[in-house]
């Protein structure tokens, strides 16, 4: 039989028997404080690569986190916390979609002027407002807008020059 209790107060109890605030959980996840905070306050929910990294830096099992612990496993001993990799925080970004889809879209937009400014300027506003630690997506960006502006200047300065010849 299976005894069920929310994750967030799991989180959050995990989290401080380890004496950590959610800015060292961030940092190690590579994640904003306020993700940790609407986790641990019910609002939202971990995706299931941020599930299994927390349960590595809190040393407990998934199963635990879930609050989803079979009556057999009572009797066995307490685990021993687990390590947390060297750098999570490279791994989150090695493994993060929606980091490559970004760095995808700014590459692919790279050719096309006018179109590449808008999308440049897109990401970057959005990765500012939603995504504060995607530092390498905000400075990729912030690059290919100057690039795009600088293009887009060229070809308007080329069309007058041609235009008054």
């Known amino acids: 039989m299976a ?69 057999d496993s009572e009797e066995e001993p307490p685990k021993t916390p687990r390590q947390p990799e060297s750098s999570p925080s490279l791994k989150s970004f090695l493994s993060n979609r929606e980091h490559w889809i970004l760095i995808l879209i700014l590459v692919l937009t790279s050719h096309q002027a006018i179109v590449g400014f808008i999308v440049s300027c897109y990401i970057l506003v959005w ?10 997506v905000i400075i990729l960006s912030a690059i290919c807008v100057l690039y795009h502006l600088n293009s887009i200047l060229i070809l308007d300065y080329s069309r007058h020059s041609r235009e008054s010849v």
């Open 127 to 136: 990765t500012l407002i939603k995504r504060r630690n995607y530092k390498f």
């Open 3 to 71: 005894e069920s209790v929310s994750l967030h107060s799991n989180l959050k109890k995990a989290r401080k028997e380890r004496n950590l605030s959610q800015n060292d959980v961030a940092a190690k996840l590579g994640i904003s404080r306020q993700a940790i905070s609407r986790w641990e306050n019910g609002a939202a929910y971990p995706d299931i690569d941020n599930l299994t990294l927390l349960s590595e830096v809190y040393g407990i099992s998934v199963d635990e986190l879930l609050g989803t612990k079979a009556a």
